[in-house]
T-cell receptor, first 112, second 114 residues
Framework: AQSVTQLDSQVPVFEEAPVELRCNYS??????LFWYVQYPNQGLQLLLK??????LVKGINGFEAEFNKSQTSFHLRKPSVHISDTAEYFC??????????FGPGTSLSVIP | DVKVTQSSRYLVKRTGEKVFLECVQD?????MFWYRQDPGLGLRLIYF???????EKGDIPEGYSVSREKKERFSLILESASTNQTSMYLC?????????????FGEGSWLTVV
């Protein structure tokens, strides 16, 4: 069975500081990995995705993530965060059967 | 832009009531989904549909049913609402099967059962 783990439920960070949100997954088959962001009182929006090819993936709003197959990780990073990045972030995986499994989410709070 | 519209953002219902949550997408997507979102649990799939009148159970279908009579509309039904169904419900759609198909989400429906 596949699963997604987000080790940090809450991450506070000062404005303009770098941030890393951690994601690990478990799967016996090939997976495709995603990061979604949910701003307060809104639905989820796709930040970036890894399907194949380069393991470093760039997304919207200055975010990037690196796929590491040996460590089964897909950590999300941003070199300098803004107040507007305060949101819930979800890591997710999809198998070839099209089922999407979401992690529990990480709440990012940017402190002015 | 793809638009997934959930007709009710906030609902308060009584225990035992029948509840309908409606979702409409405007991009002729094949697939539609209903998720439930709870703190610390992420999103859990309730039901999904690959085509009109077709439905598949997700991970937590108990206490729910769905209806897809038209391609653009996917309804979630709580036959007899219970307090443990108080949650945020998210509808989503995608163009087709396969990892390259992005899933688009609605803004969510907050349901409180009292």
């Amino acid at each position: 069975a596949q699963s997604v783990t987000q080790l940090d439920s809450q991450v506070p960070v000062f404005e303009e500081a770098p941030v890393e949100l951690r994601c690990n997954y478990s799967s016996s088959v090939s997976v495709y990995l995603f990061w979604y962001v949910q701003y307060p009182n809104q639905g989820l929006q796709l930040l970036l995705k890894y399907l194949s090819g380069s393991t470093l993936v760039k997304g919207i709003n200055g975010f990037e993530a690196e796929f590491n197959k040996s460590q089964t990780s897909f950590h999300l990073r941003k070199p300098s965060v803004h107040i507007s990045d305060t949101a819930e972030y979800f890591c997710a995986l999809k198998t070839s059967y099209d089922k999407v499994i979401f992690g529990p989410g990480t709440s990012l709070s940017v402190i002015p | 832009d793809v638009k997934v519209t959930q007709s009710s953002r906030y609902l308060v219902k009584r225990t035992g009531e029948k509840v309908f949550l409606e979702c409409v997408q405007d991009m002729d997507h094949e697939n539609m989904f209903w998720y439930r979102q709870d703190p610390g649990l992420g999103l859990r799939l309730i039901y999904f549909s690959y085509d009109v009148k077709m439905k598949e159970k997700g991970d937590i279908p108990e206490g729910y049913s769905v209806s897809r009579e038209k391609k653009e509309r996917f309804s979630l039904i709580l036959e007899s609402a219970s307090t443990n169904q108080t949650s945020m419900y998210l509808c989503a759609s995608s163009p087709g099967t396969g990892p390259r198909n992005t899933i688009y989400f609605g803004e969510g429906s907050w349901l409180t059962v009292v």
